[in-house]
């Protein structure tokens, strides 16, 4: 590539964006033009800076990490993201593949991976360290495993499932299948103990994970 990519630094340390700022020097295409302390200054800096790529920590004050990054992704889908963090949950690795961030790798890391990161984001590949790809398959298949594990439900017990979704209550579910309030329980109790949920909100994220429920 023969024009230069623009990339800004998030992180609220300014140690860590001091060395990044120093091994990213190493590849003379990229040109650091900004940095910031949060994620409201990054979301501040955006409309009057030229960005090209991202490179952002998740846990910075003010706005949580990954509302940043889907933030990011919706708002500025032209500028790729790469994501640099102490952080190898499962669920939170899953949440930033999902909102389709470009890379993922971990601070402790070293120099060679985020200069090979940076490569591959900005000629248009991904880079998720090898640690972070591991972590999100084991919990998807973790997740396949409990729900391969669950009975079916029935076509009542979806109905009920569905309502409940619409936070209807026992009463009102009843009226509305015209079956009794009892009925009606019965069926919570069988979806919880084939969902394997404890809480109406167990519910309705089981719904959500299988694709009953759209958010």
Partial sequence: MSSKTNVLLADDHQLFLDGLNLILKQNRQ?????EAA?????????PNTAVDLIITDLGMPGMKGIDLV????????????????MHHEPEIISEIMYAEAEGYILKSSGKNTILQAVENVI????HYDEEVTKLFIEN?????????????????????????????TSKEIAEKLFISKQTVDTHRLNLMQKTGAHTTIGLIKYAIRMGLLSI
Avoid: D, F, W
């Fill in 140 to 168: 998807v298949k973790q997740e396949k495993k409990i729900t391969s594990a669950l009975k079916p439900l029935t076509a009542r017990e979806l109905e009920v499932l569905q309502l409940i979704t619409e936070e209807m």
């Fill in 123 to 126: 000629n248009g590949k991904t």
């Fill in 70 to 85: 889907k933030l990011l992704k919706a708002q500025y889908p032209h500028i790729k993201l790469i994501v640099v963090t």
């Fill in 38 to 46: 949060s994620g409201g200054e990054v979301l501040e800096l955006l």
């Fill in 30 to 34: 990229l040109n650091i033009v900004a």
